[in-house]
Nanobody, 126 residues
Framework: EVQLVESGGGSVQAGGSLRLSCTAS????????MGWYRQAPGNECELVSH?????????YYSTSVKGRFILSQDNAKNTVYLQMNSLKPEDTAVYYC??????????????????WGQGTQVSVSS
């Protein structure tokens, strides 16, 4: 059984930082596509960042977070991280970790494709 467990969400003031963690089990982590999505109330689910499972895959960042967020992973710990810096109130959302190819279609998180964590709330106040 595949399980993704997220942690690290919380409340922070604008300009602050948070690091989300997602620990996976039940899948070949070092060759799996891993990504972070978010959904704010009234908005569609948005792909925030994604890294393919191949060695030469590049990391994708959405325009809204590029230059502020960093995705990394520790294969020894089966964990993927999302370092979020210079947070803005518009970053407020529930953040989900997912295993699988990137999804950029209008949808609600979590989607019916791939494997998803339970979500963690990030709240940024002005």
């Amino acid at each position: 059984e595949v399980q993704l467990v997220e942690s690290g969400g919380g409340s922070v003031q604008a300009g602050g930082s948070l690091r989300l963690s997602c620990t996976a089990s039940g899948l070949p982590f070092d060759t799996s596509d891993m990504g972070w999505y978010r959904q704010a109330p009234g908005n569609e689910c948005e792909l925030v960042s994604h890294l393919g499972g191949r060695v030469d895959d590049n990391t994708y960042y959405s325009t809204s977070v590029k230059g502020r967020f960093i995705l990394s992973q520790d294969n020894a710990k089966n964990t993927v991280y999302l370092q979020m810096n210079s947070l803005k109130p518009e970053d407020t959302a529930v953040y989900y970790c997912a295993a699988g190819p990137p999804i950029m279609l209008p949808m609600t998180c979590p989607a019916n494709l791939g494997y998803w964590g339970q979500g963690t709330q990030v709240s940024v106040s002005s």
